[in-house]
């Protein structure tokens, strides 16, 4: 099944990038020749139908099982979070000529996008707490678990190297930079910091790297824990979403916002990515896998630092149930767009 969490995708990449070219052009070809309505299909029962049926298990699951979603966000931050953080990062194996371009991308878009979607939260006057959620969701697409495979379909096994840079960058920038956004208002620059690094996420992302740059290979009885608790992490999270959502106090749906949400996930985000990437002089097949890349649905990640800051926590996982339930059609659209273009 292509469905395969990121954890284990980095013998895949390096596989796939042997030829030190990319993308071969016969897999590639062969992914742009498959038929929309194919494509869809495909997309919907292998990507968003197993996504989905992790969410409706904890909605369900909750009001029988009334279990503590506190405990369930801290169980992710402090422990199958750092785990595999620290196995994915430490034992990627993508080689620096495929990292650095798509590495300086991701984080221009990344960092783009929280601003514009903060600014456009601003101007259509929504509240203040809202601006900063708007925007890391934004930014934060569900590139792991949804834009892998997807690529996959789309694009061929090869596509898988281009896709493993971007769950780096992401993961690496909503750990850090959206850590720190989300700290308490309240704190001085000085004491978000500090309230940043009081979870274990940054120094796994400084542990991982670290570990990655000097070509440190950990024993087995370090990294079977790391890999076993780290393989947990997507079902626990998608599973805890829909406990979420069961427990959200919102009485309805806020209408404006998620639409803002929706325009800025799947229609600026890759369309800016598509800008970048010309901008840059990619090449074609990079810039295709990276613009649907970026047409992914909200990173579930974002939910769990929401539900633990205690900041828009019910906005942002309704953002994610509906942005995971519109994604194979927006998805494939722009897999049709870069074909045409």
């Known amino acids: 099944m292509p469905c395969a969490i990121s954890l284990q995708l980095g013998g895949v990449a390096e596989m796939a990038h042997s030829n030190g070219r990319g993308i071969a052009p016969d897999v590639y070809r062969a992914g742009l020749q498959a038929p929309p309505m194919t494509l869809f299909i495909e997309i ?42 620290v196995h994915f990062l430490a034992t990627a194996k993508q080689p620096l000529s495929a990292i650095w371009p798509v590495l300086g991308i991701g984080f221009v878009l990344f960092t783009l996008l929280i601003g514009v979607g903060w600014v456009i939260a601003a101007l259509c006057r929504q509240r203040s707490s809202l601006g900063p959620m708007i925007g890391l969701g934004a930014g934060y697409a569900n590139v792991g678990f949804f834009g892998i495979p997807v690529a996959q379909l789309a694009f061929g096994s090869s596509s898988v190297i281009y896709m493993s840079v971007m ?7 909503i750990c850090t930079l959206g850590v ?80 803002l949400m929706v325009v800025l996930r799947f229609l600026i985000a890759p369309a800016l990515a598509w800008g970048l990437c010309f901008a840059c002089g990619f090449s074609r097949e990079i810039t295709n896998v990276l613009v649907v890349g970026a047409a992914t649905p909200v990173g579930v990640l974002l939910t769990i630092f929401a539900a633990e800051y205690k900041t828009e926590a019910d906005f942002i996982s309704t953002a994610v149930v509906i942005t995971t339930i519109l994604s194979p059609a927006f998805v494939t659209a722009w897999v049709i767009a870069v074909r045409l273009f």
């Open 180 to 259: 720190a956004i989300l700290a308490p208002t309240s704190a001085s620059r000085l004491g978000k910091l500090k309230t940043a690094f009081q979870t274990p996420l940054m120094p796994s992302v400084a542990l991982g790297l670290a570990l990655r740059g000097i070509d440190v290979e950990l024993p087995s009885v370090v990294t079977q824990p790391l890999l076993l608790l780290g393989s947990i992490f997507t079902p626990l999270a998608l599973y805890t979403l829909g406990a979420q959502v069961a427990d959200s106090k919102m009485a309805r749906i806020e209408v404006v916002p998620q639409v």
């Open 167 to 173: 769950t780096i960058v992401a993961t690496t920038l």
């Open 44 to 85: 919907l029962t292998k990507v968003t139908l197993p996504i989905i049926t992790l969410v409706v298990l904890g909605y369900a699951l909750q009001g029988r099982l009334k279990l503590d979603i506190g405990t369930l966000n801290r169980v992710q931050v402090y422990v199958v979070m750092p785990a595999f953080l």
